[in-house]
């Protein structure tokens, strides 16, 4: 498998690279959609423009996702599944009953196990990001990762805080909410408190200013190279 480098490099196809103004187009119709879909969410608006949010936004991402898949599975040793969102929300147990997301999320996964962390993009039209993470954990799980920030945590903070001032890395939203307390047997006052009281572990960061003359595909490529060193203590934790 090749390196961070040569994912970065020759490891980006020329079908890929020839392909990043078709991606950059496409963000740019997903915002207009999505501005357009947040102001009229609602069945009888989106039913007759379903077809033109297929052919410009979901079937280019499914592009996107397959190829990018390829690439993370290059970047870290591991393949990885790719999965794009539907647009369609889950109002079942929700008080917010608008029936569409007006975003486009993707995630790739590895196969195993679940907890394993994960990529992902999001864009908007008031955002464009990538990160990385594991945005839920529960029971054993969770035991467990508490355990390794209380005992060898020192190296992922150490990690996060360099990729917080290198690349603009935050803790991100998803997933969900923290405890508003540091869960016990764990003491107030320790050193990895906030991380401690989180459900899960994700991250994020924008892309760089430039991503249009460099290329969607190569941009979301080396923000993942800012997050590896993360990724790594993650799967050593998780994986």
């Not at 997903?30 to 102001?39: C, D, K, P, W």
């Not at 799980?141 to 996060?160: Q, S, V, W």
Request: neutral net charge; glycine residues 8%.
């Amino acid at each position: 498998l090749a390196g961070p480098s040569d994912v970065l490099g020759c490891g980006v196809s020329e079908r890929e690279q020839a392909m990043a103004d078709g991606f950059a187009e496409m963000i740019d119709r997903s915002n207009v959609f999505f501005s357009e879909l947040a102001q009229n969410n609602r069945r009888d608006w989106f039913e007759p423009r379903k077809a033109t949010y297929e052919a410009e936004i979901r079937k280019p991402a499914l592009l996107m996702a397959d190829l990018l898949a390829e690439d993370f599975a290059r970047l870290t040793g591991k393949p990885h599944a790719p999965k794009v969102f539907r647009i369609y929300r889950d109002v079942r147990f929700s008080k917010d009953k608008r029936p569409y997301n007006a975003h486009l999320h993707m995630i790739w996964r590895p196969p195993s196990p679940d907890t394993a962390p994960a990529w992902f993009f999001g864009t908007a039209p008031d955002y464009v990001t990538m990160g990385m993470g594991t945005p839920g954990l529960a029971g054993p799980a969770l035991t467990g990762f508490r355990a390794f920030l209380d005992t060898e945590g020192d190296t992922l903070a150490g990690a996060l805080d360099e990729a917080s001032a290198t690349a603009g890395v935050t803790l991100s939203s998803w997933g969900p909410a923290p405890l508003k307390r540091v869960p016990k047997p764990y003491p107030p006052d320790h050193p990895r408190a906030d991380l401690l009281r989180c459900k899960g572990f994700t991250v994020e960061r924008p892309l760089d200013a430039d991503w249009r003359a460099m290329g969607l595909l190569p941009a979301i490529l080396g923000g993942a190279e800012t997050l590896l060193p993360l990724w790594r203590e993650l799967d050593r934790a998780l994986g």
